[in-house]
């Protein structure tokens, strides 16, 4: 028996709480799973999980060993990377969950070029706007934007984006252009349904100023909200990675700018307790280095302006 791949094994089974899933990810037969877990009981003399016909749990031996797991696959990582540093070439499957938009925008085509500089490794990607539990879906790392970082997570920034708000000159040129914030009250806003709330968030002399947008259409999908903006049902708030593109085209036209001075954080975020694979810190390093700490579709834009 392979003890440090029985560690790893024990350690994702406990960790997605199914032999199934981790069989699937790992593509072999489940009851090759289960083999290395009864070999690693029967080595230790003691249970480490509970089964049942509807889960897994953790037995206090399990709990015990699951955390010595850890410690010791970390410090097996970190050896090897100091040892081989930067000559170790990357190796294995990566699991990561993306935004829809901005990961199909940004991260595929330099994902691509990953892994064609590197064949040895694989990649499996999840494009959702929604926030995967890395641990139950056995996800690598995460790519998250927000206002905002959660200072308990474990995280590799990667770059910023602004946030602009935007609206076709036909439709301005309908409904007149707002001034200050406030005059967006009287307009037609396309908001995103998976954002903090229904306010958009400005500066107005220095301080926080939140304005309540309302309108008839609604999405969970940053494309989306840009096609309708870009077909003059409204004003929307995108970040740049979106609207840059649309706005240099004059597809749409900036509003408001002396009122916004939002940045979003865009970051990599790991499982808080899992040590992180050699080849997924090249991989995230990579990201980081291609978009660059002020991001190619904000160079020479309004925004930076």
Same mark, same amino acid.
């Given at each position: 028996? @392979?003890?440090?791949?029985?560690?790893?094994?024990?350690?994702?089974?406990?960790?997605?709480?199914?032999?199934?899933?981790?069989? /699937?990810?790992?593509?072999?037969?489940?009851?090759? #799973?289960?083999?290395?877990?009864?070999?690693?009981?029967?080595?230790?003399?003691?249970?480490?999980?509970?089964?049942?016909?509807?889960?897994?749990?953790?037995?206090?031996?399990?709990?015990?060993? !699951?955390?010595?797991?850890?410690?010791?696959?970390?410090?097996?990582?970190?050896?090897?990377?100091?040892?081989?540093?930067?000559?170790?070439?990357?190796?294995?499957?990566?699991?990561?969950?993306?935004?829809?938009?901005?990961?199909?925008?940004? !991260?595929?085509?330099?994902?691509? /070029?990953?892994?064609?500089?590197?064949? @040895?490794?694989?990649?499996?990607?999840?494009?959702?706007?929604?926030?995967?539990?890395? #641990?139950?879906?056995?996800?690598?790392?995460?790519?998250?934007?927000?206002?905002? #970082? /959660?200072?308990?997570?474990?995280?590799?920034?990667?770059? *910023?984006?602004?946030?602009?708000? *935007?609206?076709?000159?036909?439709?301005? @040129?309908?409904?007149?252009?707002?001034?200050?914030?406030?005059?967006?009250?009287?307009?037609?806003?396309?908001?995103?349904?998976?954002?903090?709330?229904?306010?958009?968030?400005?500066?107005?002399?220095?301080?926080?100023?939140? *304005?309540?947008?309302?309108?008839?259409?609604?999405?969970?999908?940053?494309?989306?909200?840009?096609?309708?903006?870009?077909?003059?049902?409204?004003?929307?708030?995108?970040?740049?990675?979106?609207?840059?593109?649309?706005?240099?085209?004059?597809?749409?036209?900036?509003?408001?700018?002396?009122?916004?001075?939002?940045?979003?954080?865009?970051?990599?975020?790991?499982?808080?307790?899992?040590?992180?694979?050699?080849?997924?810190?090249?991989?995230?390093?990579?990201?980081?280095?291609? #978009?660059?700490? *002020?991001?190619?579709?904000?160079?020479?834009? !309004?925004?930076?302006?």
């Amino acid at each position: 028996m @392979d003890r440090l791949q029985a560690m790893e094994v024990f350690l994702r089974v406990a960790e997605a709480g199914s032999f199934t899933a981790v069989a /699937d990810r790992l593509n072999v037969a489940r009851s090759a #799973i289960t083999r290395q877990i009864a070999a690693l009981e029967a080595h230790l003399g003691t249970k480490l999980l509970a089964r049942s016909t509807r889960r897994l749990s953790l037995t206090s031996s399990g709990s015990a060993y !699951l955390e010595k797991c850890r410690e010791i696959l970390a410090m097996v990582e970190a050896a090897e990377g100091d040892l081989a540093g930067e000559k170790r070439a990357p190796r294995g499957q990566i699991r990561a969950s993306v935004p829809m938009s901005f990961g199909v925008r940004h !991260l595929m085509p330099l994902v691509g /070029d990953f892994i064609t500089t590197y064949p @040895d490794v694989s990649v499996d990607l999840e494009f959702s706007d929604r926030r995967v539990n890395l #641990i139950e879906e056995g996800m690598d790392f995460a790519v998250r934007i927000s206002e905002q #970082i /959660d200072p308990t997570l474990v995280i590799r920034r990667l770059s *910023v984006s602004s946030l602009v708000t *935007v609206a076709a000159p036909a439709y301005l @040129d309908r409904h007149g252009r707002p001034q200050h914030p406030d005059d967006l009250l009287n307009h037609h806003c396309l908001t995103y349904t998976l954002g903090p709330g229904l306010g958009w968030g400005f500066r107005v002399d220095g301080e926080p100023y939140s *304005v309540p947008a309302k309108g008839r259409f609604r999405a969970n999908n940053g494309d989306a909200l840009l096609d309708a903006a870009i077909r003059g049902l409204g004003i929307v708030r995108e970040p740049t990675f979106l609207a840059a593109q649309a706005v240099q085209a004059g597809l749409l036209e900036v509003l408001l700018p002396e009122y916004s001075a939002t940045e979003l954080h865009i970051y990599a975020v790991f499982p808080g307790s899992r040590y992180v694979p050699h080849r997924v810190r090249t991989l995230v390093d990579y990201l980081a280095e291609r #978009i660059g700490p *002020v991001p190619y579709w904000d160079q020479g834009t !309004l925004a930076r302006k």
